[in-house]
């Protein structure tokens, strides 16, 4: 593969997206899409995470039926990776109780963890962790010939899951509160969290957890909303100390409660729910969920809190971006950041006559719709074959945004991954302009040691940053040599204690922001 082809060139102004389109990869599998065979007895592959891995290949978390977890492992070009677990694809049932996947997370050693809720005939919870090597064996290493289970006491429902910066792993749920847990790398629970190692926290009402994020200082953000019987009555982000404390000094008494649509009768059936959340670089929380304001007709619906708890009213449309038409059900799944300066937000819409199909809304840092349509509606996308309701995606390696759907029984497959092409144009450089300019990093993947250059005349850079997977700082350094006319060079050393994997490289001057993607592989 030609080396310009393993990171993705975006200029940016002032992290401002302009003309942005988004299309599907003809070239990859048929038609953008290829279908994956998941094992016969399965009746559904409905898909919860996927991730781009540090040498490109993408790990997909699905649950077939009610009892099976399934960890798949794919090709650059979609396909299965054979090399992994049996024929590409691990599957672990969790014995005969109903399991239900909640997260998975990726070790910075390569090993897999994942995360899965169970419940027993007595209506008892049990957490269930299940560590994977990178060949997706069991690691006879972590608990039980690699799972453990811990039974959790009450009828809470498990959410999601994060890893901390020193391996430790905190899961949230809730049912009638909003829970966190935190466990060891062993697995262990750890006792030094919380009230013994769990934290149970309201914001005066029944609510629970859907999200987290743990900023890069420890703080861990939770999101999620209010419920009452099938009602889900208020958004809620709430702020939690490292060690699994309320932080009181976050909005009101450590919570932000933000109820947005008048109350009505208890039986009108209300979506008033947080989806997923991301912490920005300056402490503010990027909070995506969806808000109903016709019955049974939710739209897209994102806002930024500020670092101490208060609504950004220069985000969108007054603090709030509303993006879909209340027609049709527009039901968002998930966030995804992508360092160059844009989210985007994953899910589907139910059509009563063809089903369901994939939407997804690209949005920048101000709230500004990318592309925006005269109906304020979302881009949509019908797969070949007609998919359930949940979605993942991830950024792969090319810059790509790939999306997992999963389908019901469907003979060409129960899951597909579909790639899409995202061309970005700024109002600072043309295609010419940036044709021109030829700035390269090279090797990629590197070592740690990288070089650039560039053939047009750069301003000074005032900053070169290095950011992670998730858009943070993971270090950055002053580069104070103007780049005159002509051929221009400079080297950069990584830092060693960064780990493998996906990184961007920030070069930031008075009049213009580039960044590049790469792969570090020591």
Known sequence: MNRTLLFQVTLLASLSLNGQSLTVDQSFGTDGTVFQSEPAWTSSARPIELITLANGKLLGFLVA???????ERFLTNGDP?????????????????????VAMIVRPNGKIVVVAQKNTPNALREAVLIQLLENGSLDPSFGDNGMIRHGLTGTF???DAKLQEDGKLIVVGGANSMMALRYTREGQVDNSFGENGIGLFSDGGNCRATSLDIAANGDIFLGGYRSSGLNALAWILMKLTPNGQKDTTFAENGALTLDQIPDTNYWTYRQEAVSDIHIEADGSVIVAGRLAFVANREQFAVRRISATGSIIDTFGDNGLLLVGAPVQRSVSKRLIFDPTGQYILCGVDFQNNSGYRLLILRFDMNGNVIDPSPDNSVFSYQPPAHPSPDCAGTLDHLGRLIV??????????????????MNIVTSVMDETDLERANFNIWPNPTTGHITFEAQKNLARFTSIEVLDATGRLAGSTEYGTSMNAGLRNGNLELASDLKNGNYFIRFTSPDRVITKQIILSR
């Open 65 to 71: 039926g009610q009892y099976e977890v399934l960890v």
């Open 81 to 101: 990776d054979s090399t992994f677990a049996a024929g590409g694809v691990f599957t672990s049932q969790v014995s005969s109780d109903q399991t239900f996947p």
């Open 157 to 159: 429902w498990l959410n």
């Open 404 to 421: 997992m759907t999963g389908y019901y029984s469907k003979p060409n497959g129960r899951s597909s991954l579909t790639a899409f092409q």
